[in-house]
């Protein structure tokens, strides 16, 4: 039996966009960046009213088949709770469909929102930290988007299976001091589903080993030794094959590289991520400029915040 949330009960939460893969780790690497999604959920008498601004706004759902919507009803069966009705408001800074983790904060802030219910209401306690990123990855089907999301800064992810279900699972990394973000996010947008269709199902050895390794160094160079960053973010399992479909992207990254510069496509693009201790070249800036590219300095976020 389900609990009833009593009415007038109102939580808030701010989740951060992210970055994933990072280059070589491919669907385990992921980072927290300081644009963000607000929510403000409150439980009412009756009925499900959802109001959007910002990113999104007239192109999203206002019904029970929202993303934030299907989120919060899923963290509060998961709680053992229901809520008579709900008022939503979703103030969306985090652009859509452009490699940051825009679905992954959606999923994060309903879960964390029906997290936050719970709790003021003291019906039970709110989930954890590990809870949430299970919750948040059944959704997404991996976790390096939405582990940065519940954790901030930097984070390493995986899954098991555990009686014939996987297990989601991240560790947050602490980044050295001396890292700077500059991201690089174009007027265009990109469907995940299809840059993901263009991956193929297997790989050279020589191209899975350079991955392995550069993820492993991946970690030594964002929390100790930021000059290894470029090559650990050099990547052959998946930038080479979405290519063809995100040639601006493409052209972007390779002047970075070309440069010195740790750059990579930011999740399943069009988005580019520069990883840096030093100013960026003019002359890279002015290209991805020229090409439609917005640059912006970015800070490392913490992790979601409930009140």
């Not at 109102?10 to 990072?22: G, H, K, M, Q």
Request: glycine content about 10%.
């Amino acid at each position: 039996m389900y609990s009833v949330l009593p009415q007038g009960i109102t939580v808030e939460t701010r989740v951060p966009a992210s970055s994933a893969n990072l280059g070589a780790g491919f669907d385990c690497l992921g980072l927290a960046l300081d644009v963000y999604d607000d929510l403000t959920v409150s439980t009412a008498e009756s009925g499900v009213r959802v109001l959007v601004t910002g990113e999104g706004e007239g192109a999203v759902p206002l019904d029970d088949t929202h993303l934030v919507v299907r989120a919060l009803l899923r963290g509060l069966e998961a709680g053992g709770v229901t809520a008579p009705g709900l008022d939503i408001l979703c103030t969306n800074a985090i652009p859509h469909s452009r490699g940051l983790g825009s679905s992954a904060a959606a999923v994060v802030s309903g879960l964390a929102a029906a997290s936050g219910l719970m709790a003021k209401s003291g019906v039970r306690a709110g989930f954890s930290a590990d809870e949430l990123i299970q919750l948040a990855s059944e959704f997404e089907g991996h976790p390096d988007n939405a582990a940065a999301s519940v954790l901030g800064s930097a984070i390493v992810s995986w899954t098991d299976v555990v009686d014939g279900r996987p297990r989601y699972q991240a560790r947050r990394l602490e980044v050295h001091p001396a890292i700077r973000v500059t991201g690089f996010v174009p007027g265009t947008e990109s469907s995940t589903a299809l840059t993901r269709g263009l991956l193929p199902d297997a790989v050279p050895r020589a191209d899975a080993v350079h991955n392995l390794s550069r993820s492993a160094l991946a970690v030594v160079a964002l929390t100790s030794d930021p000059s290894c960053l470029p090559a650990a973010t050099s990547d052959r399992l998946h930038q080479n094959y979405r290519a063809p479909v995100l040639p601006e992207t493409t052209r972007v990254v390779a002047e970075l590289r070309g440069r010195g510069v740790a750059a990579f496509v930011s999740g399943a693009g069009p988005s580019v991520m520069a990883l840096h201790d030093q100013p960026l070249p003019e002359q890279s800036l002015v290209m991805a400029s020229d090409l439609g590219f917005r640059v912006h300095d970015l800070t490392i976020a913490g992790p979601v915040s409930v009140r």
